[in-house]
T-cell receptor
Framework: GQNIDQPTEMTATEGAIVQINCTYQ??????LFWYQQHAGEAPTFLSY????GLEEKGRFSSFLSRSKGYSYLLLKELQMKDSASYLC???????????FGTGTQLKVEL | ETGVTQTPRHLVMGMTNKKSLKCEQH?????MYWYKQSAKKPLELMFV???????ENNSVPSRFSPECPNSSHLFLHLHTLQPEDSALYLC???????????FGPGTRLLVL
């Protein structure tokens, strides 16, 4: 079966850096997505990693290690508006299926 | 209208009712998806359509019946639901299979 693990909750301070980890055990892995979801809203796309390494996009970066089944999302210069759930999702089944983790609820405090 | 839209945004129904959820995407995408999101649980893929053809049914009970008349529209017909079906139902679309999925705002469903 498919298994995606990420911490349930994290708390960080405004202006700081936070790293949200995700480990996965899947068959037919094709890539790893990160989405942000504010309460009561749709998930919005943040990043997609296919190859090993770090992808940087503004304040957000995402890392993938296929051999270790591991990814992380790095958020820099945290802002209050970054308080949200961050969803890790693995693309499997020949690219046909997106399997999600339960999400990490990030709370940014003053 | 831009992106992915869903109607209604909120729905309350009894277990004997029949209702339908509608999703429309204005992105020119070829693939569309239905997901269920329950509290404290991961997003669960329900159905996948590619070029109007169903390519995935993730063991969904028959009381949920999808319909995809064209690549821009996706429906989820609901009948004789159970209280445990109460959840947020999200629609998504992507250019093709395996590409980034863009989500609609969801329909918050409550089954009484």
């Amino acid at each position: 079966g498919q298994n995606i693990d990420q911490p349930t909750e994290m708390t960080a301070t405004e202006g700081a850096i936070v790293q949200i980890n995700c480990t996965y055990q899947t068959s037919g892995f094709n890539g790893l997505f990160w989405y942000q979801q504010h309460a009561g809203e749709a998930p919005t796309f943040l990043s997609y990693n296919v190859l090993d390494g770090l992808e940087e996009k503004g304040r957000f970066s995402s890392f993938l290690s296929r051999s270790k089944g591991y990814s992380y999302l790095l958020l820099k210069e945290l802002q209050m508006k970054d308080s949200a759930s961050y969803l890790c999702a693995a693309l499997t089944g020949g690219g046909n299926k997106l399997t999600f983790g339960t999400g990490t609820q990030l709370k940014v405090e003053l | 209208e831009t992106g992915v839209t869903q109607t209604p945004r909120h729905l309350v129904m009894g277990m004997t009712n029949k209702k339908s959820l509608k999703c429309e995407q204005h992105l020119g995408h070829n693939a569309m998806y239905w997901y269920k999101q329950s509290a404290k649980k991961p997003l669960e893929l329900m159905f996948v359509y590619n070029f109007k053809e169903q390519t995935e049914n993730n063991s969904v009970p028959s009381r949920f019946s999808p319909e995809c008349p064209n690549s821009s529209h996706l429906f989820l017909h609901l009948h004789t639901l159970q209280p445990e079906d109460s959840a947020l139902y999200l629609c998504a679309s992507s250019q093709d299979h395996g590409e980034t999925q863009y989500f609609g705002p969801g329909t918050r469903l409550l089954v009484l």
